[in-house]
């Protein structure tokens, strides 16, 4: 009976198993009907989905109203026009007039520089002028001299009928004459040498006196009483002025990726650390085409001016400027999150049509990441879909969109309207 029973087995018909066979045959065929039941088991699993879950999605709706789009950058506070003070001569400060923070005007006396050296240089120049002027008296009474004395010569021929002087007396006269001459026009020269340096040394004596180019402010100072400074190659700063600081500059840098919509006129609005409840009101007022490159970033310097009447702002601040490059208004707006949503049964769907059993079985390669701002761009392609229930459905509609602030998105055509609720994420949960 026993025999009977294992020789009637399915499983020994099935994989023609013999009793006589050696045990490691059979616990072989034994291995081999477990893999093919597990291999069933998970063809069943992942190709067909579980009905005991149900999807529950959120949602949010479509909004009419205006949209900004603004470009964000940073810089530097810096007056509308800053001069740096310095001295074209070297010397010894001899007093300083002004400090830090002091309203000055211009032609206003700032410092003062030991004029001892330079008076004498003066002194020296005065009197080089006077002995060029006395060397062109001489050098005129030489020519006069020299000029009659070939007058005489001439007529001493005339009344002689040509027998005196000698052609060499007469040749060696009209040579000296030439030399007197000379020597004039070289007296005169020397005069204008040294009236040039007689001025220069004036104006160095005058420089001494250091005074404001400009009416404004004193931001800062560099030089004490006593303090040595010496102009050479590079003319040494000692005071920083700046001219009104009622009005400010803003100096920004603007990334490559946003200039192209960065344009002169713009309205834009910037905070400072100093004052973080508090907006100011810029506008562009220049955008420069001259690349500044740091650590493998492009930006490209923009100016924006802004009114500093009370004085809140000061230079050197850090500001955070937000400029305005585009404003839609009364525009059909759904949240950039609907348009990156996909329901994940579509995505099941597609992906087991395109990999097939084979593919749905064998393990995924692995994505490659999307850069954020890919995600946080969805209008890089003009054609959309948003998802909407109907009838406890998900059912996509196709939208062309436009301009984008980054969290909001404007549709230009699409079967929408304000109000709609639109599906953006779904939360699983069991019956």
Known sequence: MKADFENNDPIHETLKLDNQRPLYKRAKAWGIAILVTVFIAAVIILVFPKNDVSPQYKTAQVQQGNLIVTVTATGELEPVNQVEVGTEVSGTIETVAV????QVKAGQVLARLDTDKLEAQVLKSQAALESAQANLLEARAGLVEARNELKRLKHVQELSGGKVPSRHDLDAAEAALNRAQAEEASAKAQIAEARATLRVDQTNLSKAVIRSPINGIVLERKVEPGQTVAASLQTP???????????????????????????????????????????????ITEVRYAPQTEEGVVTYETLLSADNSDLSLRPGMTATADIIVKKVENAILVPNVALRFTPPEQEKQVSKQRRGLVGTLLPRPPRRSTSKKQQDTPTHSRKKHVWMLRDGLPVAIPVTVGTTDG???????????PGMSLLVDMVRSGK
Not at 407 to 417: H, L, P, Q, R
């Open 99 to 102: 400090n830090y923070n002091d």
């Open 407 to 417: 969290s909001m998105t404007e549709v230009v055509a699409g079967d929408i309207k």
């Open 237 to 283: 700063v000692l005071f920083t002025l700046a001219e009104d600081l009622a009005q400010m500059e803003l100096h920004v840098g603007v990334d490559e990726a946003d200039v192209g919509q960065v344009k002169q006129g713009q309205d834009a609005t910037f905070t400072v650390d100093a004052y973080p409840d508090r907006i100011f009101p810029a506008r």
